[in-house]
T-cell receptor
Framework: KAGVTQTPRYLIKTRGQQVTLSCSPISGHRSVSWYQQTPGQGLQFLFEYFSETQRNKGNFPGRFSGRQFSNSRSEMNVSTLELGDSALYLC???????????????FGPGTRLTVL | KNQVEQSPQSLIILEGKNCTLQCNYTVSPFSNLRWYKQDTGRGPVSLTIMTFSENTKSNGRYTATLDADTKQSSLHITASQLSDSASYICVVSASGYSTLTFGKGTMLLVSP
């Protein structure tokens, strides 16, 4: 069974631009969560989607948004990029919503975003 | 404020030796605690998930313990291998609020 895939793997943007990242979950998984990982802050939760609905949202500004499609694939968008948005963006999938439960989350390899 | 503190920040051990990583949390109300292993340049991989009623869980050479009274967890690695070199991240979930609080991780280097 194929794992979680994320595209693109690497991305370079300039301040003020916007970016869209894509995540394809493991086949059959309906829950997708997004995380930001930086050396200073570590891993931080962005949002969680299940059956095309956002179930939970972390403490990030409105410039960060996402959506989930009927095939469970998910995208996240960051508008008006800032230097501090440079990070590894990870998505994880699970059969059912992962937060608060004990279902295993499977992470993708991440998208490395660099903002210049 | 929900917090997860991991210690040590980094650790170097010789191949074949055992080691123990610590995780202290103040997350409330507690739902579950997860340990992840993250190799450089890759996404985290789940090692164990423990709920309030579980105090030990093993996954091969990895054994996690949980003391919900003192709000402490440990991850014990037995007979370390070079492939154990990675960052180990402790994550605690709060029930009712469905949020995750992440530790900053312990960077483990296993030396030959």
């Amino acid at each position: 069974k194929a794992g979680v895939t994320q595209t693109p793997r690497y991305l370079i943007k300039t301040r003020g631009q916007q970016v869209t990242l894509s995540c394809s979950p493991i086949s059959g998984h309906r829950s997708v969560s997004w995380y930001q990982q930086t050396p200073g802050q570590g891993l931080q939760f962005l949002f969680e989607y299940f059956s095309e609905t956002q179930r939970n949202k972390g403490n990030f500004p409105g410039r960060f948004s996402g959506r989930q499609f009927s095939n469970s694939r998910s995208e996240m968008n960051v508008s008006t990029l800032e230097l501090g948005d440079s990070a590894l963006y990870l998505c994880a999938s699970s059969l059912v919503p992962g937060l608060g439960g004990t279902d295993t989350q499977y992470f993708g390899p991440g998208t490395r975003l660099t903002v210049l | 404020k929900n917090q997860v503190e991991q210690s040590p920040q980094s650790l170097i051990i010789l191949e074949g030796k055992n080691c123990t990583l610590q995780c202290n949390y103040t997350v409330s109300p507690f739902s579950n605690l997860r340990w992840y292993k993250q190799d450089t340049g890759r996404g985290p991989v789940s090692l164990t998930i423990m709920t309030f009623s579980e105090n030990t869980k093993s996954n091969g050479r990895y054994t996690a313990t949980l003391d919900a009274d003192t709000k402490q967890s440990s991850l014990h690695i037995t007979a370390s291998q070079l492939s154990d070199s990675a960052s180990y991240i402790c994550v605690v979930s709060a029930s009712g609020y469905s949020t995750l609080t992440f530790g900053k991780g312990t960077m483990l280097l296993v030396s030959p």
